[in-house]
C-alpha cells in the first residue's frame, strides 16, 4: 500500500487570484511586508498496489486526464510506502 501525495501549482506566469486577494488581505490587515502569496492544491492517494513504480505511473496518468491541466499547471509526485 502506498501513499502518493500530489502538489499542484499555478506554471510561472499564470495569475493567481486566490493569492492575490490573500495577499490585498494580509496588507489590509496590517502585514505591509507581505509582498506576494501563492497557493498549491495538495491531494493525498491511498493506492493498494505492491510496486511503487506502478504506482507513481498510475498517479501520473491520474494528473494529467483529471487532477491538473497541463496548460497552465505544474505538479509534483511523492510516493511514500504505508
Same mark, same amino acid.
Given at each position: 500500500?502506498? *501513499?502518493?501525495?500530489?502538489?499542484?501549482?499555478?506554471? *510561472?506566469?499564470?495569475?493567481?487570484?486566490?493569492?492575490?486577494?490573500?495577499?490585498?488581505?494580509?496588507?489590509?490587515?496590517?502585514?505591509?511586508?507581505?509582498?506576494?502569496?501563492?497557493?498549491?492544491?495538495?491531494?493525498?492517494?491511498?493506492?493498494?498496489? /505492491?510496486?511503487?513504480? *506502478?504506482?507513481?505511473?498510475?498517479? /501520473?496518468?491520474?494528473?494529467?486526464?483529471?487532477?491538473?491541466?497541463?496548460?497552465?499547471?505544474?505538479? /509534483?509526485?511523492?510516493?511514500? *510506502?504505508?
Amino acid at each position: 500500500m502506498y *501513499k502518493a501525495t500530489v502538489t499542484i501549482k499555478l506554471k *510561472k506566469g499564470v495569475l493567481n487570484p486566490e493569492g492575490m486577494t490573500i495577499k490585498r488581505a494580509l496588507n489590509f490587515l496590517g502585514y505591509d511586508n507581505v509582498k506576494e502569496v501563492q497557493t498549491y492544491k495538495m491531494i493525498d492517494i491511498i493506492i493498494d498496489d /505492491e510496486d511503487e513504480e *506502478k504506482v507513481k505511473e498510475k498517479v /501520473e496518468e491520474m494528473c494529467k486526464k483529471l487532477l491538473a491541466n497541463p496548460v497552465i499547471h505544474d505538479y /509534483e509526485i511523492e510516493i511514500k *510506502k504505508l
